[in-house]
């Protein structure tokens, strides 16, 4: 991963960060505050930021960069088992388009 990328996405982390520590956000029912654990880059534009919560717990979020148009930057959901079984799945979907694809590199 790209050195700007990095600080960015360790920057976005911390906005994140604070975002869900808010006291008086929707759907913090335990007052938690969040602390980032761990930044794991997965690949050059996607990343598994560990938060520890003031309760002991943690949580995953996914972050993911979009590298152009308007929402171009960083990005991030907090996947469920079901989206990460969805993700399997996609991963062999992705590569057989890229199979088909391959040949009609050659066309002009």
Known sequence: ?????VKELNDFAETVRDRYSQKE?????????????????TSDHSATVIY???????AAFFFYYILR??????????PT?????????FEFYYTQVEK???DKNFYD
């Open 81 to 89: 088992n079901t989206h990460i079984l969805g993700f399997r799945a």
């Open 25 to 41: 956000r929707v759907g913090n029912i335990n007052n938690e505050t969040f602390f980032i654990k761990e930044v794991i880059p």
């Open 100 to 102: 088909d694809n391959f």
């Open 52 to 58: 520890e919560k003031n309760t002991g717990k943690a």
């Open 69 to 78: 148009g308007r929402s171009k930057g960083w990005k991030y959901f907090v």
């Open 1 to 5: 991963m790209k050195k700007d990328l």
